[in-house]
Nanobody, 124 residues
Framework: QVRLVESGGGSVEAGGSLRLSCAAS?????MGWFRQAPGKEREGVAA???????FYSDSVKGRFTISQDVAKTTLYLQMNSLKPEDTAMYYC?????????????????????WGQGTQVTVSS
């Protein structure tokens, strides 16, 4: 069973930056970052395929950057120009090797493994 462990969350003022990390115990064909604010559904923020193609939601495009280390076992999310509406619990997600086609890397159903989450709070 693949395990994912996030770190790097915290509190920051609007306009600030944070970098989230996610350590994976095994390789995944695709990895993503999701977030869930109180009272809202979990939403896809960014994803990266094994060929290093990246995907972003419109709400974070141009401000967030997803990346992986060379071994593709550590996932990062660099978050710049943070806004209060970015406040949420952030989750790392992994898609282990499968025969199924990957259709939408920003959708929850594409992923089988989830981390425990790390809180990001942005104050105005």
């Amino acid at each position: 069973q693949v395990r994912l462990v996030e770190s790097g969350g915290g509190s920051v003022e609007a306009g600030g930056s944070l970098r989230l990390s996610c350590a994976a115990s095994a390789w995944n064909t695709c990895m993503g970052w999701f977030r869930q604010a109180p009272g809202k559904e979990r939403e896809g923020v960014a994803a990266i395929r094994s060929d290093r193609t990246t995907f972003y939601s419109d709400s974070v495009k141009g401000r967030f950057t997803i990346s992986q280390d060379v071994a593709k076992t550590t996932l990062y999310l660099q978050m710049n120009s943070l806004k209060p509406e970015d406040t949420a619990m952030y989750y790392c997600a992994g898609r282990p090797p499968t025969k199924d086609l990957l259709f939408n890397p920003l959708k929850e159903y594409e992923y089988k493994v989830w981390g425990q989450g790390t809180q990001v709070t942005v104050s105005s």
